[in-house]
């Protein structure tokens, strides 16, 4: 037995390769893989080498690939297998690959699997899956769908995966593995299950292999039938298993897996407005893992709108919501968007959109008037909804929460209300910028037509980003009151164009942070009887 260790053009920068040769000088242990020998002793992702001390990067890659040998050898870490065993089987020869929406559950079931045209057959629990896979449309056509059935296998369960380079289990012995490994309940249901009907040709089983490390494996073997028996419940042996592997999308390993939250998954969220800011918010949304989203905004894409907004050229003169919804459905699975491109004011009086049904609203529209408007509806209605909007010329952003501490006061109205009046103002205190009506912020390239307010697309981003943050926190309880964020950026365009700084620029970041509940107004015509019913 030697090993053999091969330093990269790039070492020390890399890990060094170590094989053992012959791979199965130990015979069949985990982490060595089979043919070459190569030895996974070590994860590189996340690990900082020393590039200055190559000669004990060398001896600390010996010193954990001769304790894992040992460790193999000694048979203390075959539970490793258990963990790795998706790998293992994926690289049998002749594999079948499967997509599979198919969420391991801990009882034995019917499953499908779907063949669609010129396409890998899906393993799914139901047509139903499948749908929601495909964002709530219909399942492709034509189709042809196949029963099979799934086996959960019993916590702890070890189970050594065949080596890729020799004989695959058979029969008798997939049968004895997997029936073996069930328990008692579901060993019955699985005899009353198939044991119903007759079979002819080849039959899909689907199991679920508990990891050491939490979660479960997904496999399946492709089973002969013989005198009519599902061949889990026949004594023949004739025939060959064949492995099949599934390429996994079901939704709680795909979204945890980007770094996604499942809680958020039945949430139902409402954004209004589609622009450079809601744009990007309603990406975000989705892939925290929101998949119930409304999207309200009756404008086009322009083309002068490029290169802030998150859509590019392909969606030219299409409406922006609709055009959202086309992206996300096309680039993410199950997430339900619905789009409406008339004005928020139009879908609700007709009854298109019920405001009581959402979770949360997000108000992206950078129209005050109207959003001071939506702020009183949405406070009758006890909704709990975030205004955000971008500072011109980027000098900051902003994202306020209301209804999300009912009776604790605070909302968007309070910005434009004077602590020292009863009656609401024009100038919204939390800006950045000071307003001066002889002088606007909106800039003209061509036109009245073309007025917009200069922000670039690092802007919008930054200020989704915190809008987006302040959602989920809210929609996960992280966040128990409602807080005005902030975040501030550099000011040298907005001052050599002349405008004057707020005084509450002049905060610091912490500042801002520590005065986020601080901007509500007793005398605020919305929310002040909250204030005084708790105050």
Partial sequence: MKLRICLLDSFPGCLPHIYLMPWNALGFIPHVREGDGYICFLDPEGVILDRARPAQVVTESLRRTIHLLEAGFGKTNQADFVDEFEAHWSRMPGATWLWSILEPETFVRSVAVVETDNAMPFVAANESALSAYWNGNTV???????GA??????????????????????????????????????????????????????????????????????????????????????????????????????????????????????????????????????????????????LVDSDVLHPENTFRHVLGRRYWFIRKAEALKQEIQANLPYVRVRA?????????????????????????????????????????????????????????????????????GGCFSCLYTDPGAADAGIVNRASFAVADPAKPFGRVLTGCGNLHTPYGSLDAVRTASLATRLAIDALTGKEPGNPLRSWKGDPAAYLDAGFELSKRFAASDDQLDRLRYEYRVSACPVCSVDQGRNG
């Fill in 340 to 408: 409406f491109t008339d004005s928020i004011e139009s879908v609700t009086s007709s009854g298109l959109i019920d405001i009581a049904a959402y979770d949360i609203v997000i108000c992206a529209l950078g129209a005050p008037t109207l959003e001071l408007l939506l702020n009183e509806q949405l406070h009758l209605a006890s909704r709990r909804v975030i205004f955000t909007w971008v500072d011109p010329f980027g000098i900051g952003g902003h994202a306020l929460l209301a209804g999300n501490a009912p009776g604790g």
């Fill in 140 to 146: 492709p056509s034509p189709r042809k769908i196949r």
């Fill in 149 to 294: 059935v799934y086996l959960p296998l019993e916590p702890g369960t070890l189970l050594i995966p065949p080596r890729s380079n020799g004989p695959m289990w058979s029969v008798a012995e997939a049968r004895e593995k997997l029936l073996g490994a069930l328990s008692e309940e579901n060993r019955r249901l699985a005899t009353s299950l198939i044991g119903s009907r007759k079979y002819t040709g080849a039959q899909d089983v689907i199991v679920g292999l508990p990891r050491p490390s939490g979660g479960f494996n997904l496999f399946g073997v492709r089973l002969p039938a013989a005198d009519g028996l599902h061949p889990l419940l026949s004594s023949s042996s004739a025939g060959a298993v064949s492995p099949l592997a599934l390429l996994r999308l079901e939704r709680p390993f795909l979204v945890p897996r980007g770094g996604a939250d499942n809680g958020l998954a039945s949430k139902r969220v409402l954004l209004i407005g589609c622009g450079a800011v809601g744009g990007h918010v309603a990406l975000e949304l989705a892939r925290a893992g929101v998949l119930e989203l409304t």
